[in-house]
Every structure is written in structure tokens, then in C-alpha cells.
């Protein structure tokens, strides 16, 4: 579940409690300052269904439509990972890794040889342009 989904379903749920507490007040309110308090309560009280009915109406098309996305997200989330399936893990790849190091540490062996040849061959070049044969 997303977190704009948990936002989402806590709002609703603030919502409703919001709809119920409004309700309660407004029939305390009624109640306290009505002097033809049953008929006044009868009103409210319809008027307050009709409104609270309204409301969890809307509530249930909406979580109706949340369903709906997350097994939209659920259906995505197993593609996903069945694909993740198929790649390589680091496991696959240690023996490949390996092999690499090797090559890298021979060429590595193969560049400092190199450079000693060079070296010994100018310093040999080096002797015979200057002629200090004996």
C-alpha cells in the first residue's frame, strides 16, 4: 500500500468521525434550544441522515475506487517482480568477477615487465650512442 493510499483512507476516516461528531453536536444544540424539542429532533435527525447517508455514499465510492487501484498496483508489483526473475545476481556474477581480477592482475604483471624491457632497451641505446664501448 502507498502512502497517498494510507492519506487517503485516513482522510475518509477523518471524515466520517468529523460527519458523526457534527452530527452529535448539532443534535445537543437542537436539543437545548428548542422549545418543540421532539419535532425540532425529528427534523434534524432526518435532515442529519440525509446528509450522513449522502457522505458515506461518497465514502464508498471512493474506497470502491481505491480497491480498484491497488489491485492495479498489486498486479503491477508481481510483473515486476517476475521479471526481477530473470536478472542476474551477484552470486551469477562472482565467477565472471573473478576472471576479470585475473586478467586485470595479469595485465598489470605484463605492463611492469614491459616497462622494465623499455627501460633496459634505452639504456642500452643510450650506451651505444655514446659510444663509451671498451
Given at each position: 500500500m502507498q502512502w497517498n493510499d494510507l492519506q487517503a483512507a485516513a482522510a475518509i476516516i477523518s471524515s466520517i468521525c468529523a460527519i458523526v461528531a457534527a452530527t452529535v453536536s448539532v443534535l445537543v444544540w437542537r436539543k437545548s434550544r428548542s422549545s418543540d424539542l421532539t419535532a425540532k429532533i425529528d427534523n434534524g435527525d432526518r435532515a442529519t441522515r440525509k446528509h450522513t447517508d449522502k457522505s458515506?455514499?461518497?465514502?464508498?465510492?471512493?474506497?470502491?475506487?481505491?480497491?480498484?487501484?491497488?489491485?492495479?498496483?498489486?498486479?503491477?508489483?508481481?510483473?515486476?517482480?517476475?521479471?526481477?526473475?530473470?536478472?542476474?545476481?551477484?552470486k551469477d556474477l562472482s565467477p565472471l568477477h573473478e576472471k576479470i581480477n585475473g586478467v586485470a592482475q595479469n595485465l598489470a604483471a605484463n605492463t611492469a615487465a614491459t616497462n622494465a624491457m623499455r627501460e633496459q632497451l634505452r639504456m642500452i641505446q643510450e650506451h651505444l650512442m655514446r659510444g663509451d664501448r671498451k
Open positions: 458515506v455514499g461518497e465514502i464508498s465510492t471512493r474506497l470502491s475506487n481505491l480497491d480498484g487501484r491497488m489491485g492495479v498496483m498489486e498486479d503491477g508489483m508481481a510483473r515486476i517482480e517476475a521479471s526481477q526473475n530473470h536478472h542476474l545476481t551477484a
